[in-house]
């Protein structure tokens, strides 16, 4: 191991960083999107079971956007902290670290699953369920609380192994999850009968078989930062600073998951047509959006550990492949994305209303994500680095302070038009507000490298 430690540390820093960051991202942007088609999955078999079970989908992703903001917090908040402990050459410290956010981010599972099947009704109803949606909501919902514990703490296995650098490893616990989703859907749902809960089942156990994936990664010692009881530390400074540094992500999702109840609640008034119309777009924005994504978390080992060793000419480099590769892999997407767009809405409601609302949604979706490649790369430079001021405001800029109010204002001013335009309109406006803050990160420890 210790010989893996220094062949592995030796890559992170050393290695071309375009060929790096390519090597890290592959795996994981295969990841994302399966990830997102099992996600997908649940859209199109649901869909079979009519518009108001197909607007449940889009209900319930809301919530388990709040299970993967408090995973996310977590996992990048140890991951990042682990990664730059494992740059300045600090292994045992990157151990305690994941062991702590390993066992904070399983409690606060364990209580979100609690809460969530004592208020299940009341959660329906505020998350944007409508009469008709709210009975298939609260089944599917249900089995996604049940498994609530292993669903955020496996994303922290997969922030942690992505941050060593072992994408691939992470990629086998994800793709296994979604794959066995993918088959357990109509398993349960149309040969056992059970209708959406077959769905929601499905997605639980696939979840809690992701989860025990990712943690033989860690019991069989394939992976640098070892988890164990003895070194889960109860120091506050420890638990506040990966808190901390994953509290950008807990805005990210959290500030995505209220966006998308807002959206819901703002949609409803048109109906069910346009909930499930306007929730299949999310649902296909959200896969070509991995993409970005996904080659975003490429680059944030390779941003920690080159901070953790204070080579910022390096971590400059790496920003700027990470935006060229980001650019061009969205382009290829929407592209044939917008090639599509009415018929991949009709795959999962072949209902004419809502095809009619959601395929111009959908176009204007996927042009407007063209500009996201700069706002994700500084959203994660900013949190990889530990400066977390600044990521938190960048995650807040697209779901929260930014399209919350466009969102307002766009649906008193032109209804049902103005909410198929916010998100783009949002997307626009962030990118233009991430601008200053790339600039001023790199003349800072420019002046630094210089120094």
Avoid at 146 to 162: C, E, G, K, V
Avoid at 165 to 187: F, K, T, V
Avoid at 340 to 364: C, H, K, M, Q
């Amino acid at each position: 191991m210790a010989e893996t430690y220094r062949d592995q540390r030796d890559r992170m820093l050393n290695m071309p960083p375009g060929r790096l960051i390519a090597k890290l991202s592959v795996p994981t942007v295969i990841s994302m999107l399966v990830s997102g088609v099992y996600n997908l999955g649940d859209t199109f078999f649901v869909g079979k079971l009519g518009t108001s079970a197909s607007g449940a989908v889009g209900v319930v992703f809301s919530y388990m956007a709040i299970l993967q903001a408090f995973g996310f917090m977590c996992g990048q908040g140890s991951g990042a902290l682990a990664a730059q402990r494992l740059g300045a050459g600090r292994r045992e410290e990157a151990s305690v670290i994941g062991s702590t956010g390993f066992f904070i981010d399983f409690l606060i599972g364990a209580v979100l699953e609690v809460l969530t099947l004592i208020f299940l009704s009341p959660l329906a109803e505020a998350l944007g369920s409508t009469e008709t949606i709210r009975p298939y909501a609260m089944d599917y919902m249900f089995w996604i609380a049940i498994a609530a514990p292993f669903l955020t703490t496996s994303l922290l296995l997969n922030n942690i192994l992505r941050y060593e650098g072992y994408a691939s490893l992470a990629m086998i616990g994800l793709m296994a999850g979604g794959l066995l989703n993918l088959a357990g859907d109509p398993l349960f749902m149309f040969v056992f009968g059970m209708g959406i809960s077959g769905a929601g089942l499905s997605t639980a156990l696939s979840q809690i078989i992701s989860f025990a994936i990712l943690l033989s990664m860690f019991l069989r010692g394939r992976t640098q930062t070892q988890l164990s009881l003895k070194n889960v530390s109860l120091r506050s400074s420890m638990i506040v600073n990966i808190l901390k540094v994953g509290f950008p992500s807990l805005t990210r999702q959290g500030l995505g998951s209220l966006s998308t109840m807002l959206l819901n609640r703002s949609t409803r008034l048109y109906g069910d047509a346009a909930v499930a119309g306007m929730s299949i777009v999310g649902r296909i924005t959200m896969l070509t959006f991995t993409v970005v994504i996904g080659i975003g978390q490429g680059f944030q080992p390779v941003a920690a550990f080159n901070f953790g060793a204070k080579k910022y000419g390096r971590l400059r480099q790496a920003f700027h492949w990470t935006l060229l590769f980001q650019e061009l892999t969205l382009v290829a997407f929407v592209a044939v994305c917008l090639s599509f767009s009415g018929e991949l809405i009709g795959v999962f409601r072949d209902d004419p209303e809502v095809i009619a609302i959601g395929t111009p949604a959908l176009r204007y979706a996927l042009v407007a994500q063209l500009t996201q490649a700069l706002v994700v790369a500084t959203n994660m430079l900013y949190q990889s680095t530990g400066r977390a001021g600044g990521a938190t405001f960048m995650s807040m800029l697209r779901s929260g302070i930014v399209f919350i109010p466009v969102l307002l204002i766009m649906r008193s001013s032109l209804g049902l038009h103005g909410i198929q335009i916010a998100q783009p309109v949002s997307d626009c406006i962030s990118f233009v507000l991430s601008i200053p803050f790339v600039i001023r990160y790199f003349q800072k420890y420019s002046e630094d490298e210089k120094a």
